[in-house]
């Protein structure tokens, strides 16, 4: 079992920026991916950005050049640094970790969740 939590979220306006955070813990296994998605009002859960334990990251397009995904692996801790946010940056921003059902395991993987925060862009 693995536990996520998020924190960081708030209200901002346009063009400010929030920090996000989430703290892991239990069975994490050395080589996994930890990554951040939100999910808008109406609109279903999207990929913002992801980063691997060997620190390769990959983002959406539309954070692409604002946000930036960091993570220290032996505290098994991640943030998502969010610069000139926008209204349509507006969600529920949920922390992810993905990793091998077991480490000896051909492929099959898990997901964890973490409960989320709101990020409300506005002005």
């Known amino acids: 079992q693995v536990q996520l939590v998020e924190s960081g979220g708030g209200l901002v306006q346009p063009g400010e920026s929030l920090r996000l955070s989430c703290a892991a813990s239990?069975?994490?296994?050395?080589?996994?991916?930890m990554g951040w998605y939100r999910q808008a009002p109406g609109k279903e859960r999207e990929l913002v950005a992801t980063?691997?334990?060997?620190?390769?990251?990959n983002y959406a397009g539309s954070v692409k050049g604002r946000f930036t995904i960091s993570r220290d692996n032996a505290k098994n801790t991640m943030w998502l640094q969010m610069n000139n946010l926008k209204p349509e940056d507006t969600a529920v921003y949920y922390c992810?970790?993905?990793?091998?059902?077991?480490?000896?395991?051909?492929?099959?993987?898990?997901?964890?969740w973490g409960q989320g925060t709101q990020v409300t862009v506005s002005s």
């Open positions: 980063i691997t334990s060997g620190g390769t990251t």
């Open positions: 992810n970790l993905r990793q091998r059902r077991n480490p000896g395991a051909w492929y099959a993987t898990v997901d964890y």
């Open positions: 239990g069975s994490i296994f050395s080589s996994n991916t």
